[in-house]
């Protein structure tokens, strides 16, 4: 059973557009979120996080948007550039016991077009 | 070197064998964690260590897997007979602090059991 679900496999952005990557999850536990990038063959790396008090985090070009009704949350680029091409992993941390585990989504592999 | 690091990089070994996975966390950080990631899948908990604390071992997915935390630094992870289904990259990441927030993670050991 899939707490953090990334639907979409696969996004392919020209150069300079916006890239909107979605996440949704079930646990309505998790209280924060965050993003991590992976490019092949190097661990991933974090990027931007946000808490479930917030509905906006904004760090350059990169903004992470949390809508907690919808048990929804997005990762918006822009202006997108090809060295941004990676897989992105959601993940979420929940307020109980074992509040120090990542759940991850399966990621989604962003292509930047030139 | 400042980050994670792990070795082996890359590691093939025949079924029923033993491997030993090693990560060297960031100097300082209390937490260090092992994730899996499997073909087309997001990265799986394993298992989680805390300063002196009793290890989280609730992700392992079999008793042919154990962990252990020397001295609150090096880790090994160790799979004892292996099989296909081991196959998989496996992750390492530490984090100065104990809710793994923006954990840092090392660039994996790719395992492949024939």
């Not at chain 1, 890239?19 to 931007?48: H, Q, R, V």
């Not at chain 1, 907690?68 to 918006?76: D, F, P």
């Not at chain 1, 959601?90 to 990621?107: D, I």
């Not at chain 2, 100065?96 to 840092?104: D, I, K, Q, S, V």
């Amino acid at each position: 059973d899939q707490q953090v679900k990334q639907n979409s496999p696969s996004l392919s952005v020209q150069e300079g557009r916006i890239s909107i990557l979605n996440c949704d999850y079930t646990n309505s536990m998790f209280d924060y979120f965050l993003w991590y990038k992976k490019y092949p063959a190097e661990g991933p790396t974090f990027l931007i996080s946000i808490s479930s008090i917030k509905d906006k985090n904004e760090d350059g070009r990169f903004t992470v948007f949390l809508n907690k009704s919808a048990k929804h949350l997005s990762l918006h680029i822009v202006p997108s550039q090809p060295g941004d091409s990676a897989v992105y992993f959601c993940a979420a941390q929940n307020s109980g016991g074992s509040n120090y585990k990542l759940t991850f989504g399966k990621g989604t592999l962003l292509t930047v077009n030139p | 070197g400042a980050g994670v690091s792990q070795s082996p990089s890359n590691k093939v070994t025949e079924k029923g064998k033993d491997v030993e996975l090693r990560c060297d966390p960031i100097s300082g950080h209390t937490a260090l964690y092992w994730y899996r990631q499997s073909l087309g899948q997001g990265l799986e908990f394993l298992i989680y260590f805390q300063g002196n604390s009793a290890p989280d071992k609730s992700g392992l997915p079999s008793d042919r897997f154990s962990a252990e935390r020397t001295g609150g630094s090096v880790s090994t992870l160790t799979i004892q007979r292996t099989q296909q289904e081991d196959s998989a990259v496996y992750l390492c990441a530490s984090s100065p602090n104990t809710r793994g927030r923006e954990a840092f993670f090392g660039q994996g050991t790719r395992l492949t059991v024939v």
